[in-house]
């Protein structure tokens, strides 16, 4: 019994990495990698002059005095670390193999000299989602070529649909886990502002209690405000570079697309008549 092989269309080769749709175990990690370390290595008594940890002798202990509050900013910063990582890697699968002006250059001037083979093996040796886009609207360009008994607008109206389709299907990869960074802009500030409440009330209940053996109660006190505000501020400041650099490559990625599409409706309208 003869037996057919489907092969595979264009759209459905791998293209590589293209991003972790379970953020959440990335978070657990995170979480257990950063609590793990407080205790262990922060926590570590070598770290203090005694065996109270009162006193740290150096940047490790102090951060340890910082509190509880410390693991759950660090869980955040690592989760930044974490999606930027995987944000540089699905970007790069998404751009493609060459440089993204070029391939849209390159692009144009075959459209422009109405080379659609050329255009189309542009598309399989760029690869990424403009790729994946482009090979879209050539196909319905090619469609609609072939196509009779529709109006000129109409063909124009589906190629520009099949582009649209296409870059919709491309955007939630380019987009994924970014909502999760611009989260931790805020978390991170906040966490950081709830760990300096906690230490400033300990502070003033050392206060409070007066007498000079609560010295050490205070400075605790002062050192887990300053600890927690420096930490969490960091944090937010590694998160808002981190968010702006990919929402800002999203941007040029999305105007290349823009910008080919509206090429291709344009060579169709220029190089093809209304049919009688």
Aim: glycine content about 8%.
């Amino acid at each position: 019994m003869a037996t057919t092989q489907k092969k595979a269309s264009p759209a459905a080769k791998k293209q590589g990495f293209t991003g972790v749709r379970n953020a959440f175990l990335i978070i657990l990690v995170c979480v257990a990698v950063a609590f793990t370390l407080f205790f262990t290595w922060f926590g570590w008594e070598g770290h203090f002059a005694d065996a109270t940890k009162e006193q740290p002798i150096d940047v490790w202990g102090t951060i340890f005095k910082g509190g509880i509050i410390v693991p759950v900013i660090h869980s955040l910063l690592l989760t930044v670390l974490a999606m930027s990582i995987e944000r540089v890697l699905a970007m790069k699968t998404a751009f493609g193999k060459g440089s993204l002006p070029k391939f849209v250059a390159e692009i144009k001037a075959a459209l422009k000299a109405n080379d659609f083979d050329k255009a189309q093996k542009l598309c399989d040796n760029q690869r990424g989602s403009v790729a994946n886009v482009v090979g879209a609207s050539l196909r319905a360009y090619r469609e609609m070529e072939a196509t009779s008994g529709i109006k000129k607008a109409q063909k124009i109206a589906k190629i520009q649909q099949a582009h649209e389709e296409a870059s919709q299907l491309e955007m939630p990869t380019l987009t994924m886990n970014l909502p999760l960074i611009a989260t931790i802009v805020t978390l991170g500030t906040l966490t950081g502002l709830l760990g300096t409440v906690v230490g400033m009330i300990r502070s003033f209940s050392a206060l409070s209690a007066g007498g000079g053996a609560d010295s050490a109660a205070l400075s605790a006190g002062i050192s887990e405000a300053l600890i927690n505000t420096a930490f969490g501020i960091g944090t937010s400041w590694c998160a808002v570079v981190s968010y702006n650099y990919f929402t800002n490559k999203v941007d040029k990625l999305t105007f290349a697309l823009d910008e080919v599409g509206y090429s291709i409706a344009q060579t169709y309208e220029a190089t093809h008549t209304e049919e009688a």
